[in-house]
């Protein structure tokens, strides 16, 4: 019997489908590492822009881009969903080329890089944070260039074999600090802000303890974690996003920092700072909306409901 407290095995079939998906991938990073960088990026871009749309997923792409783009066409929304998976198409090949594809070699060009020496050179904790734009990957590369110390959070795969892939692979092009969300992770990742490092989250999904803000327009429930953690450590919020310039070429933008209000009222403090961070990342997705991580469920199902609601209209009275 496994001793009292440790985990049981996970049964064999799903030890079975770990190992199966674990060498899908190993063969797929494998056949891409044979490939110049270029080259592989746009075969992912050429895959997925014509596997993408076919499945299911794409119900949940043209029903987010109809809440944050009600004026465009059925034609203009299928045109930029075709691309975003084309983007999301050379983020996969990308992935496992990041030691390829760094700032020293010149493939990712960062823009306010003297922002993140700052930090770097203050011996304080920063939070840093961003959304899942182009290859967010390059966020974490051009931090580590920087030289600032950074706890990088992650969610871990729930394949622990793949897990440990990107784990690797990460850490290949020099992510050595990682901070798991939720558990032991929170607790390190409090612990390295206290002895000033600073923390990278991805800010950008729905959070459904947290509380509304708006995004497009719409109520969305987000995470205030960078918000309360700023607040705490009475650091500066530095906001990161990423563009891409060409294959395997990116570009990484360092705004000026944000701050969290004080006002006297801590938790509204921490709202205000919270939609500070969602209104930056929607102007980014307005300027470049192909882009982003259109595939995740990002607005409450009340929302999603009022698309119905419109259907029904216009299948009862024809289109407005």
């Known amino acids: 019997m496994p001793g009292e407290g440790s985990s049981p095995k996970p049964q064999l079939s799903r030890r079975i489908k770990w ?5 899908l991938f190993g063969l797929f990073a494998g056949t891409m590492r044979l490939l110049d960088v270029e080259t592989a990026s746009n075969f992912g871009a050429w895959v997925l822009s014509r596997l993408g749309p076919r499945t299911g997923t794409e119900k949940t792409v043209q029903r987010n881009l109809r809440l944050a783009f009600p004026k465009l066409s059925d034609d203009a929304r299928r045109d930029l969903s075709v691309r975003h998976w084309a983007e999301l198409g050379r983020l996969v090949a990308e992935f496992s080329l990041m030691d390829r594809i ?8 960062v823009e306010g890089m003297e922002r993140l020496h700052a930090i770097r050179d203050s011996g304080g904790p920063s939070v840093m944070v961003s959304g899942h734009f182009s290859n967010w990957e390059a966020m974490a590369a051009a931090i580590v260039a920087s030289g600032a110390p950074t706890q990088i959070t992650y969610r871990a795969a729930n394949n622990p074999l793949i897990d440990r892939r990107i784990i690797d692979s990460r850490a290949a092009y020099g992510v050595k600090l990682f901070a798991p969300k939720g558990g032991d992770g929170a607790r390190d990742l409090m612990a390295g802000m206290k002895r000033g490092l600073s923390v990278a989250l991805l800010n950008d999904q729905k959070f459904s303890e947290g509380p509304e803000v708006s995004f497009f327009g719409h109520p969305a429930n987000t995470a205030t974690g960078p918000s309360r ?13 990423v563009e891409r310039i060409g294959p395997a070429r990116l570009k990484v933008v360092i705004h000026p920092t944000l701050t969290v ?5 801590r938790a509204a403090d921490v709202v205000a700072s919270t939609q500070a961070i969602t209104d930056l990342i929607e102007g980014q997705i307005r300027a470049r909306p192909w882009e982003w991580f259109w595939t995740h469920k990002r607005w409450p199902p009340a929302v999603y409901a009022t698309l119905a ?3 029904s209209v216009e299948r009862r009275n024809g289109p407005a």
């Not at 190992?19 to 060498?23: K, L, M, S």
């Not at 953690?229 to 996003?241: D, E, K, N, S």
């Open 309 to 311: 609601s419109d259907v």
């Open 261 to 265: 209000p004080d006002t006297g009222d």
């Open 102 to 109: 760094t700032v020293e070699n010149g493939r990712i060009v």
């Open 229 to 241: 953690l700023a607040q705490r450590f009475g650091c500066v919020i530095q906001p990161i996003t």
């Open 19 to 23: 190992r199966v998906e674990d060498a």
